[in-house]
């Protein structure tokens, strides 16, 4: 079994164990969900050579129902047919804008915010173009499980500049493209989202 079908089958332990924390009112139920959850974490430590401690610590204990993490993320071509994308402070390596919608935001509205955020341009979206499950694509293991909802949208004003948690903004050829955040985008997914964009099949790409 891979590494990355292993660390899902842990994601999905840890889940079952916090739903049952949840929704239990029996307490020696509720130690057996306690053990399960610490199993999970320490499977999880194993894989990812992170210390316990420091998981249990990253992940705040469920108070509902656990459910997927969503990332929107903003694809935009300019005139010449180049791809808007950020360098990561994090790592270094670009990707195109996004992260973590917030609470509060539609779709539609966390994306543009990243946009400007990341890169000074004001944008408006064009439309779904995918909904990629991270763990369908080739992308370093990670903790959380997470959907991607990558929108085509274009620049309507602004200034490219990186934003203040950002190294960078430009765009790139994907011919000629840089270091990518792989944990963030990949080269693959850039060549699909580039396809779905210039055709004229109006479909979105699920999975």
């Given at each position: 079994?891979?590494?990355?079908?292993?660390?899902?089958?842990?994601?999905?332990?840890k889940?079952?164990?916090?739903?049952?924390?949840?929704?239990?009112?029996?307490?020696?139920?509720?130690?057996?969900?306690?053990?399960?959850?610490?199993?999970?974490?320490?499977?999880?430590?194993?894989?990812?050579?992170?210390?316990?401690?420091?998981?249990?610590?990253f992940f705040?204990?469920?108070?509902?129902?656990?459910?997927?993490?969503?990332?929107?993320?903003?694809?935009?071509?300019?005139?010449?047919?180049?791809?808007?994308?950020?360098?990561?402070?994090?790592?270094?390596?670009?990707?195109?804008?996004?992260?973590w919608?917030d609470?509060?935001?539609?779709?539609?509205?966390?994306?543009?915010?990243?946009?400007?955020?990341?890169?000074?341009?004001d944008?408006?979206?064009?439309?779904?173009?995918?909904?990629?499950?991270?763990?369908?694509?080739?992308?370093?293991?990670?903790?959380?499980y997470?959907?991607?909802?990558?929108?085509?949208?274009?620049?309507?004003?602004?200034?490219?500049?990186?934003?203040?948690?950002?190294?960078?903004?430009?765009?790139?050829?994907?011919?000629?493209?840089?270091?990518l955040?792989?944990?963030?985008?990949?080269?693959?997914?850039?060549?699909?989202?580039?396809q779905?964009?210039?055709?004229?099949?109006?479909?979105?790409?699920?999975?």
């Amino acid at each position: 079994m891979k590494v990355e079908e292993q660390l899902t089958l842990i994601k999905r332990l840890k889940s079952l164990a916090e739903t049952g924390l949840v929704y239990v009112e029996d307490d020696y139920a509720r130690e057996r969900y306690e053990e399960l959850r610490k199993i999970s974490l320490q499977l999880m430590g194993a894989i990812t050579s992170q210390p316990v401690k420091l998981l249990n610590d990253f992940f705040l204990r469920e108070k509902d129902y656990p459910t997927v993490k969503v990332d929107v993320r903003g694809f935009v071509l300019n005139d010449k047919n180049q791809i808007l994308m950020a360098k990561e402070s994090i790592d270094e390596k670009w990707t195109i804008p996004g992260g973590w919608a917030d609470i509060g935001d539609t779709p539609t509205e966390a994306v543009i915010k990243e946009i400007r955020e990341e890169t000074g341009l004001d944008a408006e979206v064009v439309r779904l173009l995918a909904i990629y499950d991270k763990r369908c694509h080739n992308h370093p293991p990670e903790p959380f499980y997470i959907y991607k909802l990558m929108f085509l949208c274009t620049i309507t004003g602004g200034n490219l500049q990186h934003g203040f948690d950002m190294k960078g903004a430009d765009f790139f050829s994907l011919n000629d493209l840089p270091q990518l955040s792989e944990p963030r985008i990949l080269e693959s997914q850039l060549k699909h989202l580039f396809q779905l964009a210039n055709s004229d099949n109006q479909s979105v790409h699920i999975d």
